[in-house]
């Protein structure tokens, strides 16, 4: 028996890469530029979400959506950063300030502090910290009961997120460092959206 000749019009043409390592370059590039307007878009719909339920729960999504496409960003950015010793900098020490995790104002404490600190160091820090972030308060609190007033301890949680002003500073900063390396990303440009 003999195949239907008809078949062969089912054949996929596979172009030959010439350059290999050109093609991987241009194919990461790419996969960056798509991740960097990933960032942008889930920005907006961020912020969209957290000004629509602005006073409740589901706000904290919002910064959490935008958490998640700036990881994904700084997944694809990391070999670059770990290429050379400024982009090391970059990653492991940059200052990007702090960020404060407040004690409820529920809570009529005569002791303890009223809030936490937490360190931005580097740009793997969002990757360090978890996602929400969970602090420990040990307080000493007035307590009044039918059997007297008096004092005791507790341990209060609250939960937090890196707010939206220092995942910017994080994109920011990595925009920054790809722009010392040489690397453009031009959006505007369909044919081949990745440049160097």
């Known amino acids: 028996m003999t195949e239907p000749e008809d078949n062969q019009d089912n054949e996929v043409e596979v172009e030959a890469v010439y350059d290999p390592e050109g093609y991987v370059q241009e194919r990461r590039l790419k996969d960056i530029f798509d991740a960097k307007k990933k960032v942008r878009e889930?920005?907006?719909?961020?912020?969209?979400?957290?000004?629509?339920?602005?006073?409740s729960v589901e706000s904290l999504d919002g910064v959490r959506m935008y958490r998640t496409a700036v990881e994904n960003y700084l997944t694809e950015l990391k070999p670059?950063?770990?290429?050379?010793m400024?982009?090391?900098?970059?990653?492991?020490?940059?200052?990007?300030?702090?960020?404060?995790?407040?004690?409820?104002?529920?809570?009529?404490?005569?002791?303890?502090?009223?809030?936490?600190?937490?360190?931005l160091t580097g740009l793997q820090c969002i990757f360090?910290?978890?996602?929400?972030?969970?602090?420990?308060?040990?307080?000493?609190?007035?307590?009044?009961?039918?059997w007297g007033d008096g004092v005791r301890s507790k341990t209060i949680q609250e939960k937090g997120n890196i707010p939206f002003d220092k995942l910017d500073t994080i994109v920011q900063s990595a925009n920054q460092y790809l722009s010392e390396r040489g690397f453009e990303l031009d959006p505007e440009e369909e044919t081949n959206p990745a440049q160097i």
């Open 128 to 146: 360090a910290i978890p996602e929400p972030i969970v602090v420990e308060f040990d307080i000493i609190v007035e307590s009044k009961g039918n």
């Open 42 to 55: 889930r920005r907006i719909k961020a912020k969209e979400y957290q000004l629509a339920n602005e006073g």
């Open 80 to 84: 670059l950063f770990l290429d050379d």
């Open 86 to 119: 400024t982009g090391k900098e970059y990653w492991y020490n940059l200052d990007l300030g702090e960020i404060t995790i407040p004690l409820s104002e529920n809570y009529n404490h005569i002791y303890g502090g009223n809030h936490k600190r937490i360190d």
